[in-house]
Structures are given as structure tokens and as C-alpha cells.
């Protein structure tokens, strides 16, 4: 296959990826949120916080395993994974906060 069309496997791939990454984390997030508090909560800040899970999971791990390979793909530096996953869980955990409110 040429570069091109690796290249679009790989979008089309990482589409798939990120909208079953956040159907999966809403859901468990919803799932917890009302286990916790005995009704759904509205998670707006939660969708910025699982997009960066899916970025540093995807720069990580994904990018490595799909079809298309370029010397430029290169993991996150741990001191910006622990920034990004520490911001994404504040931003997880931020609705459940409000309630105590």
C-alpha cells in the first residue's frame, strides 16, 4: 500500500478509536456518577478530560501498532503524560465535585 493510503487507514483507524474510547469512558463515568450520587450527571467536563486520556493513550501506545509508520511518531516525555493525565482527571473528576457544592 502507498503512503497515502496508510495514511488514511490510519484516520479512519483513529476515528474508530476515539469514538469508542469515549463511548466507553462516558459510559463507566455515567455508570459511576450514578452509582454515587442516584442520578446521571452532566459530564461537560469530562469530554475535554477523556479526549487527553485518548491522546496520551493514542501518542503512547496506538500510534505504534497501526499501519502507518513514520520516524517522526515518537511518545509523549513521562513529565507531559503525568501533566496531561493529571489535568484529564481533574477534569473527570470536576462533576462529581460540583455536587458536594
Known sequence: MGKLATF???MVRL????????????GVEQW????????????YTALPGNLL???VIYRNYWQF???YQSEKNHKLN???TRSLIA???????????????
Open 65 to 67: 501498532k497501526g499501519w
Open 15 to 26: 476515528v474508530i478509536l476515539l469514538i469508542l474510547t469515549l463511548l466507553v469512558l462516558g
Open 78 to 80: 513521562p513529565g507531559l
Open 87 to 101: 489535568v484529564a482527571l481533574l477534569l473527570i473528576v470536576l462533576p462529581g465535585l460540583w455536587v458536594w457544592a
Open 53 to 55: 486520556v485518548f491522546f
Open 8 to 10: 488514511i487507514v490510519e
Open 32 to 43: 459511576i456518577f450514578k452509582m454515587a450520587y442516584g442520578r446521571e450527571g452532566f459530564l
